[in-house]
C-alpha cells in the first residue's frame, strides 16, 4: 500500500522559512515523479514543485521559482520542500504524491499523504 506521512509544517511570519518532508513507502521510491502540491480554502489544488527520480529534473510552478527547493532521498524514501522567503500567498495545505509516469500536473496523481499546514503571517 502506497503512504506519504507530511511533516515540517507551522506557522511564520512573512520572510521566513519552512522545511517540509514526506516519508514515503509501499513503492519504488527510484522510479517515477514524486511532488508537492498545495490547496488553500475554496481553491483548486495546484502543482509546487515536482522532481523525476529517473533523470533528476525538476519544476517549479511560476509562482514559487528561486524561492522553493524540492530534493529527494532514495536511501531514506524522502522527500523535502525547503521554502524560503514565504508569502502570505503561499498559506495552504501541502501534500505530497507520486506518479508513475511523466509530468507535473496534479490531474495525474492518485495517490497524496494527508497532508500538513502551512500558514504565513503577514
Known amino acids: 500500500e502506497v503512504q506519504f506521512v507530511e511533516s515540517g509544517g507551522g506557522l511564520v511570519q512573512a520572510g521566513g522559512s519552512l522545511r517540509l518532508s514526506c516519508a514515503a513507502s509501499g513503492f519504488t521510491f527510484d522510479v517515477g515523479v514524486l511532488g508537492w502540491f498545495r490547496q488553500a480554502p475554496g481553491k483548486e489544488r495546484e502543482g509546487v514543485s515536482c522532481i523525476d527520480s529517473r533523470d533528476g529534473s525538476t519544476y517549479y510552478a511560476d509562482s514559487v521559482k528561486g524561492r522553493f527547493t524540492i530534493s529527494s532521498d532514495n536511501a531514506q524514501n524522502t522527500v523535502h520542500l525547503e521554502m524560503n522567503s514565504l508569502k502570505p500567498e503561499d498559506t495552504a495545505v501541502y501534500y505530497c504524491?507520486?506518479?508513475?509516469?511523466?509530468?507535473?500536473?496534479?490531474?495525474?496523481?492518485?495517490?497524496w499523504g494527508q497532508g500538513t499546514q502551512v500558514t504565513v503571517s503577514s
Open positions: 504524491a507520486r506518479y508513475s509516469g511523466y509530468g507535473c500536473y496534479a490531474a495525474n496523481f492518485g495517490s
